[in-house]
């Protein structure tokens, strides 16, 4: 049974970082993508980034590249999202979810492409 448990989520002032980390566990995670979304009040989920476990591959949504990064942990089965310049509008649930690799030619950015979810942390930016 896959489990993905975030943590690190918070209340920030903008402009300020942080990083949140997801703990995998049930199975290796050899071929597999995890991703990162988020999900803020009155919207629908959105995709923010994504990398490939066993290559480290990474893809970003537009509005963070440059801002935040992903990267995993292979040795601590754990994926982080480090998050600078920390905007309000960045305000919102963040989820890592999980997926195998099918097509290793494309990235999958749809809340239908992962099959398994973590329950989320949510991140507070002031203005």
């Known amino acids: 049974q896959v489990q993905l448990v975030e943590s690190g989520g918070g209340l920030v002032q903008a402009g300020d970082s942080l990083r949140l980390s997801c703990a995998a566990s049930g199975r290796t995670f050899t071929g597999y993508v995890m991703g990162w979304f988020r999900q803020a009040p009155g919207s629908e989920r959105e995709f923010v980034a994504a990398?490939?476990?066993?290559?480290?591959?990474?893809y970003y949504e537009d509005s963070v590249k440059g801002r935040f990064t992903i990267s995993r942990d292979r040795t601590k089965n754990t994926v982080y999202l480090q998050m600078n310049s920390l905007k309000p509008e960045d305000t919102a649930v963040y989820s890592c979810?999980?997926?195998?690799?099918?097509?290793?030619?494309?990235?999958?950015?749809?809340?239908?492409?992962?099959?398994?979810w973590g329950q989320g942390t949510q991140v507070t930016v002031s203005s």
């Open positions: 979810a999980a997926r195998n690799v099918v097509d290793s030619g494309m990235w999958y950015t749809g809340v239908n492409d992962y099959r398994y």
């Open positions: 990398i490939n476990w066993s290559n480290g591959n990474t």
